[in-house]
Antibody, heavy 117, light 106 residues
Framework: EVQLVESGGGLVEPGGSLRLSCATS????????MTWVRQAPGRGLEWVSY????????YYADSVKGRFAISRDNANNSLDLQMNSLRAEDTALYYC??????????WGQGVLVTVSS | DIQMTQSPSTLSASVGDRVTITCRAS??????LAWYQQKPGKAPKFLIY???SLGSGVPSRFSGSGSGTEFTLTISSLQPDDFATYYC????????FGQGTKVEIK
């Protein structure tokens, strides 16, 4: 069974940093593309970032470019999202998602990030 | 950037109704479109890929159609478990979601 478990969320002040992690199991992580998707409270889904199987290729939404960095550890089947210079508008539930050629077929339960003073 | 627009935003329906949700892309995305279902407090669940191909285990009452810029998700006979919010998503150029369509009980 595919499992994706996010951690690392919490309350952070504007301008602060947070690192999200996603522990995976039940599938071949090293051959799977991965993405992060977020959902602000009461709002829709927003794609945040993508990483290729090797980690050589990454993409970011314009809203987070230059502030967030996605990375992966294929030896430990884990995915990370380093979030810097956080803003109130980054407050959201962040989902770790397996990406199969663009289709987001397996989702974690999400981790909440709240940016507030 | 490709924009995705869903209609309606909210849809009131009864069990057994045929329900159709429309998704429009700001430019042609061929058939690079997926649909997801999300229930309150839960992660989205993948339903359909390549506009019309059903994901594994998805009930056959769900179907998708369209190509280019106009797409539809149809539920042939609405079941109690289907009351949820539905999102379309393009993957022709990066990833963009529609704003969602909430299917509520009439």
């Amino acid at each position: 069974e595919v499992q994706l478990v996010e951690s690392g969320g919490g309350l952070v002040e504007p301008g602060g940093s947070l690192r999200l992690s996603c522990a995976t199991s039940g599938f071949f992580f090293s051959t799977s593309e991965m993405t992060w998707v977020r959902q602000a409270p009461g709002r829709g889904l927003e794609w945040v970032s993508y990483i290729s199987t090797s980690g050589d290729t990454t993409y970011y939404a314009d809203s987070v470019k230059g502030r967030f960095a996605i990375s992966r550890d294929n030896a430990n089947n884990s995915l990370d999202l380093q979030m810097n210079s956080l803003r109130a508008e980054d407050t959201a539930l962040y989902y770790c998602v397996r990406d199969v050629s663009g289709v987001l077929d397996s989702w974690g339960q999400g981790v909440l990030v709240t940016v507030s003073s | 950037d490709i924009q995705m627009t869903q209609s309606p935003s909210t849809l009131s329906a009864s069990v057994g109704d045929r329900v159709t949700i429309t998704c429009r892309a700001s430019e042609s995305i061929d058939t690079w479109l997926a649909w997801y279902q999300q229930k309150p407090g839960k992660a989205p669940k993948f339903l359909i890929y390549k506009a019309s191909s059903l994901g594994s285990g998805v009930p056959s009452r769900f179907s998708g159609s369209g190509s280019g810029t106009e797409f539809t998700l149809t539920i042939s006979s609405l079941q109690p478990d289907d009351f949820a919010t539905y999102y379309c998503q393009q993957y022709s150029s990066y990833w963009t979601f529609g704003q969602g369509t909430k299917v509520e009980i009439k």
